[in-house]
């Protein structure tokens, strides 16, 4: 069969730039996978996606002109029902013929087949394929609407003034060509054409495109359009590269400059890019002002010096539109910019005048919450937490109490109150002109970042305690109002917080700032139970502690999931270990589990839960004068021997140490429960043993329940 080229285009209003790259992919997988289950995509077939700031489109290289026939087997009817005793058609045959569309004709066609132990008359019936025109028409239409749904959609009125249609944006143009020939396609109101129209300002009519394959040339060359997002993407960053290069300067941060880089990509066609300037004085300014007035305001692209990675006083333009007159561009674009930053400038000044201490002061007009209180109140809860955590950590709580009292004290600053972005960064540049300490001026710039990147150590143990205690006052404050994150919502970040508890918590471990063992660690639900005291609200939730606690405990778990197996992470969390030791015992137990010693663990921990599941124990001690066999007394003596060590080597955080240790305490409790019966008729002796047994299930499974676990090559 025949194949033909197939390029489809839905020109619309201005589609969201941050969402362009996705909303393409949408387009391109709803469309090929419509073609692709109509079997109508040739086997040699290349498939090229396009999308501008006012396009989506696909063009298939080789699609059939229709789908293949197919031979379907249907079930008729029972065959004592469609024939008679004579094997003669029945009426109700006849009639289930035609209602397939059949006749009389096709009755040598019905064969009798054996079904579940009765016969049954079936026929083959051939369908024929659908035309390239319908399937496309399908395809259009499920593809718009797998757009709308997904996507942030409007309602508008079509030009006919009565009907409305639900697309992502106003639907202006549609292209449906099948090599040469136009497919009669109606979607949103709108009947297809082999035209499209060009770029905005340089082309902006209507172009013929007069095959599919010939789409992205004509477009380019007459339309002054590149419409393949990532050929668009490649160049302008070649072109950004190139004009950095000319004047011995680099792009900067490769995370920042690609995100900005697809944006950008998302809102121009025809892109040309130019090198702007600006004031030196405007260097003065925070580096991070300027930055974030660039990219984030602007969508210029800063440069920064090879050598120091300093930022410069040029910045890169991307504009839509190519001119002869450079100058024009780039100087428009030098007049919008010098008005934001001289705004900055004064801000900053301004801001410089007034006192961090000052600042502190007014917080208590600034409402950190309607049912919780203002900003100021939090900052008191802040220094509580930290000084507490400094003095866990042994380190300076004045320095931790100072962080505190001045990590929201840029709130009611100008900078902040044009840049909110730069909230805690403008907080670290007032704090350094204060003269404050180093470790205070970082505290305040790490205090909302996502993560923490670096060991805690006692250079950066102040960022740390802020960073802390921003998030578990956080948590604790809107979970006891009732606040918490629900399937995809979480508008306050809690999940993040979260999470950046769990972090840090890793990197004071990794800086040996808390030493994996259980002397002088942070207790998360005593640090919890802390925070909430500090409410003095009614109506807050008394059960917040236990349940933040296990919301941390749940993000930890997920999070875990993608580096160990769920049996390993349910025995560990089944005891709420500190969150500093929750790694070493995962690691101790996933070296455990490959080990032979694994089995006899798991079936005396087993048989040991049997016997106390059968009887409540109803003592709570043990009588050595009630011993009357050898193994018992072996076993005994084993754990009176052991029990002082263990505890030691527990404290001392050696997980592995304790598992061997106990595993001489598990052979004699085989051999103890091999040999002797536990459920005697005596009671005193039975409950004697149980009690014994009660011990050496809290030895086995004192910092992960082993019954959680399960071994593969054992049959437990």
């Given at each position: 069969?025949?194949?033909?080229?197939?390029?489809?285009?839905?020109?619309?209003?201005?589609?969201?730039?941050?969402?362009?790259?996705?909303?393409?992919?949408?387009?391109?997988?709803?469309?090929?996978?419509?073609?692709?289950?109509?079997?109508?995509?040739?086997?040699?077939?290349?498939?090229?996606?396009?999308?501008?700031?006012?396009?989506?489109?696909?063009?298939?290289?080789?699609?059939?002109?229709?789908?293949?026939?197919?031979?379907?087997?249907?079930?008729?009817?029972?065959?004592?029902?469609g024939l008679t005793e004579n094997n003669q058609p029945t009426q109700a045959l006849i009639k289930k013929l035609y209602s397939k569309g059949l006749d009389e004709k096709h009755l040598s066609s019905v064969k009798i087949e054996l079904n579940e132990q009765q016969e049954y008359l079936t026929i083959e019936n051939s369908i024929s394929g659908k035309t390239i025109q319908n399937i496309v028409q399908e395809t259009i239409t499920t593809t718009i609407q797998n757009i709308s749904n997904q996507y942030q959609s409007m309602r508008y009125q079509l030009p006919d003034e009565v009907n409305t249609v639900k697309f992502i944006r106003p639907a202006r143009n549609l292209l449906v060509l099948f090599g040469k020939e136009l497919l009669d396609i109606s979607v949103l109101g709108i009947k297809s054409s082999n035209e499209t129209i060009g770029h905005r300002f340089m082309s902006n009519s209507f172009i013929k495109i007069d095959h599919a394959n010939k789409y992205e040339d004509i477009l380019e060359t007459k339309g002054f359009v590149i419409p393949s997002f990532i050929k668009r993407k490649k160049y302008i960053l070649n072109e950004l590269k190139e004009k950095a290069t000319q004047i011995n300067s680099i792009l900067g941060n490769h995370e920042e400059l690609m995100s900005l880089l697809d944006e950008v990509t998302?809102?121009?066609?025809?892109?040309?890019?130019?090198?702007?300037?600006?004031?030196?004085?405007?260097?003065?300014?925070?580096?991070?002002?300027?930055?974030?007035?660039?990219?984030?305001?602007?969508?210029?692209?800063?440069?920064?010096?090879?050598?120091?990675?300093?930022?410069?006083?040029?910045?890169?333009?991307?504009?839509?539109?190519?001119?002869?007159?450079?100058?024009?561009?780039?100087?428009?674009?030098?007049?919008?910019?010098?008005?934001?930053?001289?705004?900055?400038?004064?801000?900053?000044?301004?801001?410089?005048?007034?006192?961090?201490?000052?600042?502190?002061?007014?917080?208590?007009?600034?409402?950190?919450?309607?049912?919780?209180?203002?900003?100021?109140?939090?900052?008191?809860?802040?220094?509580?937490?930290?000084?507490?955590?400094?003095?866990?950590?042994?380190?300076?709580?004045?320095?931790?109490?100072?962080?505190?009292?001045?990590?929201?004290?840029?709130?009611?600053?100008?900078?902040?109150?044009?840049?909110?972005?730069?909230?805690?960064?403008?907080?670290?540049?007032?704090?350094?002109?204060?003269?404050?300490?180093?470790?205070?001026?970082?505290?305040?710039?790490?205090?909302?970042?996502?993560?923490?990147?670096?060991?805690?150590?006692?250079?950066?143990?102040?960022?740390?305690?802020?960073?802390?205690?921003?998030?578990?006052?956080?948590?604790?404050?809107?979970?006891?109002?009732?606040?918490?994150?629900?399937?995809?919502?979480?508008?306050?970040?809690?999940?993040?917080?979260?999470?950046?508890?769990?972090?840090?918590?890793?990197?004071?471990?990794?800086?040996?700032?808390?030493?994996?063992?259980?002397?002088?660690?942070?207790?998360?639900?005593?640090?919890?139970?802390?925070?909430?005291?500090?409410?003095?609200?009614?109506?807050?939730?008394?059960?917040?502690?236990?349940?933040?606690?296990?919301?941390?405990?749940?993000?930890?778990?997920?999070?875990?999931?993608?580096?160990?197996?769920?049996?390993?992470?349910?025995?560990?969390?089944?005891?709420?270990?500190?969150?500093?030791?929750?790694?070493?015992?995962?690691?101790?137990?996933?070296?455990?589990?490959?080990?032979?010693?694994?089995?006899?663990?798991?079936?005396?921990?087993?048989?040991?839960?049997?016997?106390?599941?059968?009887?409540?124990?109803?003592?709570?001690?043990?009588?050595?004068?009630?011993?009357?066999?050898?193994?018992?007394?072996?076993?005994?003596?084993?754990?009176?021997?052991?029990?002082?060590?263990?505890?030691?080597?527990?404290?001392?955080?050696?997980?592995?140490?304790?598992?061997?240790?106990?595993?001489?305490?598990?052979?004699?409790?085989?051999?103890?429960?091999?040999?002797?019966?536990?459920?005697?008729?005596?009671?005193?002796?039975?409950?004697?043993?149980?009690?014994?047994?009660?011990?050496?299930?809290?030895?086995?499974?004192?910092?992960?329940?082993?019954?959680?676990?399960?071994?593969?090559?054992?049959?437990?």
């Open positions: 069969m025949r194949t033909k080229a197939l390029t489809i285009e839905l020109l619309t209003e201005e589609l969201p730039p941050k969402k362009l790259l996705e909303i393409e992919n949408t387009f391109t997988n709803s469309i090929s996978l419509n073609l692709s289950n109509n079997n109508v995509i040739g086997v040699n077939n290349i498939t090229n996606c396009y999308s501008t700031p006012r396009r989506l489109a696909i063009s298939f290289s080789d699609v059939l002109e229709k789908s293949p026939d197919v031979t379907k087997k249907e079930k008729l009817m029972p065959k004592k029902i998302a809102t121009v066609e025809y892109p040309s890019v130019y090198i702007g300037e600006f004031d030196k004085e405007f260097l003065e300014l925070p580096r991070e002002c300027l930055i974030l007035t660039m990219r984030s305001h602007q969508k210029y692209f800063p440069l920064f010096e090879k050598e120091t990675n300093n930022l410069i006083n040029k910045f890169l333009i991307v504009s839509n539109v190519y001119s002869g007159k450079e100058e024009n561009i780039i100087t428009g674009n030098q007049k919008v910019i010098y008005p934001r930053l001289s705004d900055a400038k004064f801000f900053y000044e301004t801001d410089n005048i007034v006192s961090l201490d000052k600042r502190v002061l007014k917080l208590k007009n600034v409402i950190y919450h309607n049912k919780i209180g203002n900003q100021l109140e939090r900052v008191e809860r802040l220094r509580i937490i930290s000084k507490y955590l400094a003095n866990k950590l042994a380190t300076d709580p004045i320095l931790a109490d100072r962080a505190a009292m001045l990590s929201k004290s840029d709130l009611e600053s100008l900078m902040v109150g044009e840049f909110p972005e730069l909230q805690g960064i403008m907080g670290s540049y007032y704090a350094k002109q204060n003269g404050e300490s180093d470790s205070i001026v970082d505290a305040l710039k790490n205090q909302y970042i996502n993560r923490f990147d670096q060991p805690v150590t006692s250079k950066n143990i102040i960022s740390a305690i802020l960073f802390l205690s921003e998030r578990i006052e956080k948590v604790i404050s809107l979970f006891s109002i009732k606040i918490y994150p629900s399937g995809e919502k979480d508008p306050y970040g809690l999940r993040r917080a979260a999470i950046g508890i769990i972090n840090i918590f890793e990197k004071m471990v990794e800086g040996k700032t808390l030493e994996t063992n259980y002397s002088n660690y942070i207790d998360i639900l005593e640090l919890s139970e802390l925070t909430l005291s500090l409410f003095h609200q009614k109506n807050i939730d008394l059960e917040t502690p236990k349940k933040a606690v296990d919301f941390i405990h749940d993000r930890y778990k997920y999070q875990l999931l993608n580096n160990f197996n769920r049996d390993i992470i349910e025995s560990t969390f089944a005891k709420k270990p500190p969150l500093h030791l929750i790694l070493p015992i995962l690691k101790t137990l996933e070296i455990f589990k490959t080990t032979p010693k694994l089995s006899l663990f798991l079936i005396t921990n087993k048989r040991i839960n049997n016997f106390l599941k059968q009887d409540n124990l109803s003592t709570n001690y043990f009588e050595e004068k009630l011993i009357d066999n050898d193994a018992e007394k072996i076993l005994y003596d084993a754990f009176l021997n052991t029990k002082h060590v263990l505890l030691e080597l527990l404290q001392l955080g050696k997980f592995s140490e304790y598992l061997e240790l106990t595993y001489s305490l598990i052979y004699k409790t085989d051999n103890f429960l091999n040999k002797v019966t536990i459920m005697t008729t005596d009671n005193r002796i039975c409950n004697n043993r149980l009690f014994l047994l009660s011990k050496i299930r809290e030895i086995i499974n004192n910092f992960a329940d082993l019954s959680y676990l399960n071994h593969e090559n054992n049959n437990i």
